[in-house]
């Protein structure tokens, strides 16, 4: 009901938005809260269902958003708000169109013959619906403000923001923090407002803000399983930007061989030098294996998932589909005559996978059960 009343309400005013797919700039980045990667969890995979990275299992930092009490109902929640009067003009449309997009994928609106209890609903106070910054104080170049006051009980707030294209020609990173984080978790230098985000750099990109709900739900990349190199092939040198990271590494005085290991498997490192391979880098977040037949192979890997990145994303398109050897990941098709591997190219997903929707339903299940214990203000 609460998502149907949204869709309605926003519907009145949205123009009319095409589904878009990922795009050879894809740019979006490791999901984390305030930062913080390669977070140390429990190890145990018991929890893990099959068919989706999952990162809300078994951490602290990354949770699913907490059921609360609404119109007599338990509801998993998820409040949001716009930045800025700017930001609900170009994400409006298209976040209602992404979230539709979810909701076909789940079967319908939340109820018990969908089996899930996930709701969004805009932050709102004082009467009136509210932005997430106090008027003019945002600043889309640096995603900051100062946040409204009206919402300072609302803390855990998903924002979601816009970021266009600056003065200098630089498209932003598409990001989003991944799942719930409490309050009562975070450090002290950390702040609670605006822990829960989307900073969204193209307004027209439906599928790519699909894919950043997808991080708000608790999913990380498919790509970035523990089990992704059975499946995948990897090749980060030709991702758009590889030989600048590297040059600099070199720079810096780290060994040619260290600094090629390195943009390939910490996070941290391609984060410093700016390498947009953070976001492949296996097991970054991931709190545990994924679980599989060894004698068979990872057959729940979810190549349909709209979590997985494309063979073209950031790199050259033309090149990537003329050549596979020139795309940063392709799928292992196994050999040829001559015993050679062979590739395949992996399309962009243009929707949420069966599996994808088998995530939610699992961590946002449906329930007809009272909440015993409410969210406390400014959780």
Not at 161 to 175: F, H, L
Not at 316 to 336: E, H, K, M
Not at 352 to 359: G, I, L, V
Request: glycine content about 6%.
């Amino acid at each position: 009901m609460l998502i149907r009343a949204f869709l309605l309400a926003i519907l009145s005013w949205c123009c009319a938005v095409t589904a878009l797919s990922f795009g050879n700039d894809f740019n979006g980045t490791v999901p984390s809260i305030l930062g913080l990667t390669n977070l140390s969890y429990a190890t145990d995979s018991s929890q893990i269902e099959s068919g989706y990275a999952d990162g809300i299992v078994n951490t602290d930092y990354h949770q699913p958003w907490p059921l609360v009490k609404m119109y007599k109902k338990s509801v998993h929640l998820i409040r949001y708000c716009f930045a800025d009067q700017a930001s609900k003009d170009a994400l409006g449309c298209s976040l209602t169109a992404a979230m539709n997009l979810w909701l076909h994928a789940l079967g319908g609106e939340p109820s018990e013959a969908t089996g899930y209890n996930l709701n969004f609903v805009q932050a709102f106070a004082h009467g009136e619906i509210q932005f997430c910054y106090a008027e003019g104080t945002y600043d889309a170049r640096t995603a900051q403000g100062t946040w409204n006051w009206k919402l300072l009980n609302l803390q855990d707030t998903l924002v979601v923001a816009y970021r266009p294209i600056d003065e200098n020609g630089n498209k932003p990173s598409t990001s989003a923090s991944l799942g719930y984080t409490p309050a009562s978790v975070l450090f002290p230098w950390q702040n609670a407002q605006a822990r829960h985000y989307m900073q969204i750099s193209d307004k027209k990109d439906v599928v790519r803000i699909a894919h950043e709900l997808g991080h708000v739900f608790g999913l990380l990349h498919e790509h970035q399983r523990s089990d992704r190199d059975v499946l995948l092939d990897y090749r980060p040198e030709n991702i758009a930007g590889y030989a600048e990271a590297l040059a600099a590494a070199v720079k810096d005085n780290v060994p040619e061989a260290e600094a090629r290991k390195k943009l390939r498997e910490d996070v941290s490192f391609c984060l410093k030098y700016n390498f947009r391979g953070s976001a492949y880098v296996k097991n970054a977040n991931q709190p545990a294996p994924i679980i599989g037949d060894p004698s068979q192979g990872p057959l729940d890997f979810d190549f349909d998932s709209i979590m997985i990145y494309p063979s073209d994303a950031q790199t050259d398109t033309a090149a990537c589909r003329a050549d596979l050897s020139r795309c940063p990941i392709v799928r292992r098709a196994g050999q040829d005559q001559a015993g050679k591997p062979k590739f395949e190219y992996i399309p962009a997903r243009d929707k949420p996978s069966k599996r994808d929707a088998e995530f939610v339903r699992k961590h946002y299940a449906w329930r007809d059960e009272e909440v015993a214990v409410k969210r406390k203000r400014g959780e």
